[in-house]
């Protein structure tokens, strides 16, 4: 798994906020430099552009999990 998640990396796929100098992912999220965020429901509101962001609509999708 970690050997899957390093070339995700090294081929620039998966990225943390850091990339952007930010300390969280919906910052660069709305101002659309990434295609997808994931992160808790209750971060939910903050992944929402407002009237300066890149683009003014979203979708929000649950995460499919294993019981």
Same mark, same amino acid.
């Given at each position: 798994?970690l050997s %899957?998640?390093? #070339?995700l990396f ?5 990225? &943390? /906020?850091?990339?952007?100098?930010? @300390? %969280?992912? *919906?910052? /660069? &999220?709305? $101002?659309?430099?990434?295609?997808? *965020? $994931?992160g808790s =429901?209750?971060?939910?509101?903050? @992944?929402? /552009?407002?009237? #300066? #962001?890149? &683009? =003014? @609509?979203?979708?929000?999708? /649950?995460?499919? $999990?294993?019981?």
């Amino acid at each position: 798994m970690l050997s %899957y998640f390093e #070339d995700l990396f090294e081929r620039d796929v998966v990225a &943390f /906020p850091i990339e952007w100098e930010e @300390n %969280y992912r *919906s910052i /660069p &999220f709305k $101002q659309g430099k990434v295609c997808m *965020s $994931q992160g808790s =429901t209750a971060g939910t509101r903050h @992944n929402v /552009p407002g009237a #300066d #962001d890149a &683009f =003014t @609509n979203i979708g929000i999708i /649950p995460v499919i $999990q294993k019981a």
